[in-house]
């Protein structure tokens, strides 16, 4: 049964949010996008799985980046092969 998709959670007007966005778009990763500004739940959900309220921050099963610029996730990714693999990345 395959996972379901990454959870992005993002806020609206955050630069690094808007460029993640554009990077997975252009991976052709498919998200789960989460505005914490908008859902107080989604807020609280972010800060109980990684322990900040910063964004982006992305979960995808035990795989969890928080608070990332494009080339920190690429780098943690890099880590993961098997996550690359699923979603398809290249990084």
């Known amino acids: 049964m395959p996972q379901p998709l990454p959870i992005f959670y993002t806020k609206p007007g955050?630069?690094?949010?808007?460029?993640?966005?554009?990077?997975f778009e252009a991976q052709g990763v498919k998200l789960d996008v989460r505005d914490v500004v908008a859902s107080m739940h989604e807020?609280?959900?972010l800060v109980a799985l990684t322990g900040q309220s910063k964004c982006p921050s992305l979960r995808?099963?035990?795989?969890?980046?928080?608070d990332f610029s494009v080339?920190?996730?690429k780098a943690k990714a890099r880590?993961?092969?098997a996550v690359c693999k699923e979603l398809g990345l290249q990084v």
């Not at 995808?60 to 928080?66: C, H, L, M, R, S």
């Open 71 to 73: 080339d920190e996730f």
């Open 14 to 23: 955050c630069p690094w949010c808007t460029e993640a966005l554009a990077f």
């Open 60 to 66: 995808y099963g035990d795989f969890i980046v928080a």
């Open 43 to 45: 807020m609280r959900q």
């Open 79 to 81: 880590k993961h092969p």
